[in-house]
């Protein structure tokens, strides 16, 4: 039964992060605004950096009244995913993290809840804190696991 609920909460957040990231149709959008990661990105998990992840590689996209940050890692065993919404108070949609190789989420879409994420934005420069939900991929019986985050990026 345990294995049953990770693995659909992993499809869910998986679900939202492709809903998040998709377009409605195929008419010309206004101008996208895209920037990289600096000296100014941070990406911690548990308090320390997110090891593998290099913040340089993290990139920031404002199109189409969301915000979609993401990041690559060498190796590929570290990464990030945000969908958030472009207000004046950002609500995060969907979030995915891979640490240790266990993947977690935050959601907040159509529906379902996994996890929580707070949005703090000061200039061009959020920061997104929070609890991320997942199953530990080591130990699926074992329950599911909670990482706290916060993640600082500069979007253009």
């Known amino acids: 039964m345990k294995r049953v609920i990770a693995a659909a909460i992993g499809t869910i957040g998986c679900a939202s ?7 409605g149709g ?3 959008s206004p101008a996208s605004s895209v920037s990289t990661g600096g000296g100014g990105t941070q990406v911690q998990v548990g308090g320390t950096n997110l090891p593998g992840l290099d913040p340089a590689s993290v990139t920031c996209v404002k199109q189409g009244g969301k915000i979609d940050i993401g990041s690559g890692s060498a190796g590929g065993q ?5 969908v958030m919404t472009d207000e004046a108070t950002p609500r995060v949609e969907s979030l995915a993290l891979v640490v240790d190789g266990n993947a977690v989420s935050v959601t ?4 379902a809840k996994v996890g929580s994420a707070k949005v703090a934005v000061e200039g061009k420069t959020y920061t997104i804190t929070g609890q991320a939900q997942g199953a530990d991929m080591k130990n699926p019986m074992a329950g599911m696991i909670t990482k706290d985050f916060s993640i600082k990026v ?3």
């Open 78 to 82: 570290q990464a990030l995913a945000v």
């Open 26 to 28: 195929h008419s010309a």
């Open 108 to 111: 907040d879409n159509m529906g």
């Open 17 to 23: 992060a492709l809903v998040g990231c998709s377009s």
């Open 154 to 156: 500069t979007c253009g």
